[in-house]
């Protein structure tokens, strides 16, 4: 049902907002890429303490 819904409403922003809506979901992100661009962060952040932990311990 949700995803049925999206495109009505983001078309629906976009017919309201225009050209500010469009720079914003490119800054923003939607559904899925939003959460695929969370998760890959949380990865980079998680490996960059681990290797932080490493290097720390080798000292």
Do not use: C, N
């Not at 049902?1 to 309201?16: A, G, H, S």
């Amino acid at each position: 049902m949700y995803l049925l819904r999206v495109p009505q409403q983001e078309q629906m922003m976009i017919d309201t907002f225009g050209q500010q809506y469009l720079e914003y979901i490119t800054r923003s992100g939607r559904v899925i890429p939003k959460i695929l661009s969370t998760l890959s962060r949380f990865f980079s952040y998680i490996l960059l303490l681990k290797m932080i932990s490493v290097k720390q311990t080798r000292i």
